[in-house]
């Protein structure tokens, strides 16, 4: 039997995230923030849960009534899987599950991860181009949900990691002509003369946590990046990590982890309490989440 998360009763209905650690969430402001702004009578919370305490997890949220699902993050993501009922073509596909929610008593896996990803670049994604490429840094779980998005909107992909075979990995798995490498060949400068970019697409993805935080830098040369590239960091903290600043600094448009995090919580809050998030406050949300 798994405790109740604090020591006060259950509010109906409640929706977690779940993770070992989950502290550092900002899942449950994100939720909180949306609750409060529709005035709905419910909540969403942090729960921490041991890698060995997935299934006792599941099989008592299984059983209450006033559950209404979880966000699943690290190590998880793979985990919860033989604990549910159906996962979703998506999931299934990435082989990752970031959100579990309840459906006629039945627990269905989904990712809302390529979602989130994608709803900041929505208007060059409506644009018609000659071709489109992403250089995708990071072979994680995160990375296998982005490359799926990409590769569904047209993008050729080159995926670098630590170890290019496990890039390799990832893009046997879809379909389309695409590379591997490993993060040192962006690390070092290069010579190549990009051609003429005019209706062509361009992006750079940091999918890792490199940059974050108390983590390792990010190395990464910019004389990799074409001329009218997007820049999109995925992590959170700091907002503007330093990839961002520099590519700011040489004029690219850049996109920060905040935009990924609200659109993926955006679908999972549609999930959990049958509403549409309140996105016309998005910039508030925003300044909370970076206050």
Not at 149 to 160: E, M, N, R
Not at 243 to 249: K, N, P, Q, R, S
Request: proline share 6%; hydrophobic share 45%; net charge negative.
């Amino acid at each position: 039997m798994v405790a109740r998360a604090g020591s006060c009763a259950v509010v109906t209905p409640f929706a977690e995230v779940i993770g070992d650690p989950i502290a550092q969430s900002k899942s449950p402001r994100i939720h909180g923030f949306w609750l409060e702004k529709l005035g709905i009578d419910a909540a969403y919370r942090a729960h921490l849960v041991a890698p060995d305490g997935v299934g006792a997890y599941l099989a008592d949220r299984r059983t209450d009534p006033d559950w209404r699902g979880c966000n699943v993050t690290m190590p998880h993501k793979q985990a919860v899987q033989p604990f549910l009922d159906t996962v979703s073509r998506t999931a299934s596909r990435i082989g990752a599950i970031n959100t579990v929610y309840v459906q006629q008593d039945r627990l269905i896996g989904d990712n809302t991860d390529g979602e989130g990803f994608l709803e900041p670049l929505t208007q060059w994604l409506g644009q018609t181009h000659l071709f489109r490429m992403a250089r995708v840094l990071g072979a994680g779980g995160a990375a296998r949900a982005i490359t799926a998005a990409l590769v569904d909107h047209g993008f050729t992909l080159v995926v670098a990691g630590r170890d290019a075979a496990k890039c390799e990995t990832i893009l046997a798995q879809l379909p389309g002509e695409h590379h591997a490498t490993t993060l040192d060949h962006f690390a070092d400068p290069t010579d190549f003369a990009f051609d003429d970019r005019d209706g062509l697409f361009d992006l750079v993805v940091n999918t890792t946590p490199l940059g974050m935080a108390g983590r390792e830098p990010l190395r990464f040369d910019f004389s990799h990046v074409p001329p009218g590239s997007i820049v999109y960091d995925i992590v959170t903290s700091p907002v503007r990590t330093p990839l961002l600043i520099e590519a700011e600094t040489r004029g690219f448009r850049t996109i920060d982890g905040l935009a990924m995090l609200i659109g993926q919580a955006a679908a999972a809050f549609r999930l959990f309490f049958g509403a549409d998030a309140p996105r016309e406050h998005d910039a508030e949300l925003r300044a909370l989440l970076e206050s």
